[in-house]
T-cell receptor, first 110, second 111 residues
Framework: QKEVEQNSGPLSVPEGAIASLNCTYSDRVSQSFFWYRQYSGKSPELIMSIYSNGDKEDGRFTAQLNKASQYVSLLIRDSQPSDSATYLCAVNEGTYKYIFGTGTRLKVLA | DTAVSQTPKYLVTQMGNDKSIKCEQNLGHDTMYWYKQDSKKFLKIMFSYNNKELIINETVPNRFSPKSPDKAHLNLHINSLELGDSAVYFC??????????FGPGTRLTVL
């Protein structure tokens, strides 16, 4: 059974700090990796996708991928209270199937 | 304009009933999905359809019947509802297996 693991949290960071969210996966052949944000009672919303080793930046968000170590991370710079949500990591298994982690709950303290 | 829409948003029903959830996407995507998110917030794939063809069926009980009349629509019919079916069901779509966009969800409560 392929797995995607995340620390459930909550991860508490002060406003303005960098939040670091981590995800490890078991399937060595996975090629596509995604981070979603889910507010309570809402649907998952795509933040970033990453397909190659290294860093990918989009505004205050940076995704980092290390396929050799089988981890993907998300950094949120200048964290805001509005970033408080659950962050879901998703990893592909084949072309049409994605395995989601259980999510990390982030709390940004004002 | 809503990209991925689902109806109904809430569904409350008795055990043993049959119910359907509808999903539509206007993104021009060729792949649609059904996910179940349980009370612990774990999001698990149930079905994937590509160009109206069933690609993934994740050992879901056969009481669950997906149907895709065209690339823009994917419906989910559930027979003989059980207490354990209570969850939030999300529809999603993507182009091939790329970034997925989720609908607002249908909260199903079985009494």
């Amino acid at each position: 059974q392929k797995e995607v693991e995340q620390n459930s949290g909550p991860l508490s960071v002060p406003e303005g700090a960098i939040a670091s969210l981590n995800c490890t996966y078991s399937d060595r052949v996975s090629q596509s990796f995604f981070w979603y944000r889910q507010y309570s009672g809402k649907s998952p919303e795509l933040i970033m996708s990453i397909y190659s080793n290294g860093d990918k930046e989009d505004g205050r968000f940076t995704a980092q991928l290390n396929k050799a170590s089988q981890y993907v991370s998300l950094l949120i710079r200048d964290s805001q209270p509005s970033d408080s949500a659950t962050y879901l990591c998703a990893v592909n298994e084949g072309t049409y199937k994605y395995i989601f982690g259980t999510g990390t709950r982030l709390k940004v303290l004002a | 304009d809503t990209a991925v829409s689902q109806t109904p948003k809430y569904l409350v029903t008795q055990m043993g009933n049959d119910k359907s959830i509808k999903c539509e996407q206007n993104l021009g995507h060729d792949t649609m999905y059904w996910y179940k998110q349980d009370s612990k917030k774990f999001l698990k794939i149930m079905f994937s359809y590509n160009n109206k063809e069933l690609i993934i069926n994740e050992t879901v009980p056969n009481r669950f019947s997906p149907k895709s009349p065209d690339k823009a629509h994917l419906n989910l019919h559930i027979n003989s509802l059980e207490l354990g079916d209570s969850a939030v069901y999300f529809c999603a779509s993507s182009y091939l297996g790329n970034e997925q966009f989720f609908g607002p969800g249908t909260r199903l409560t079985v009494l």
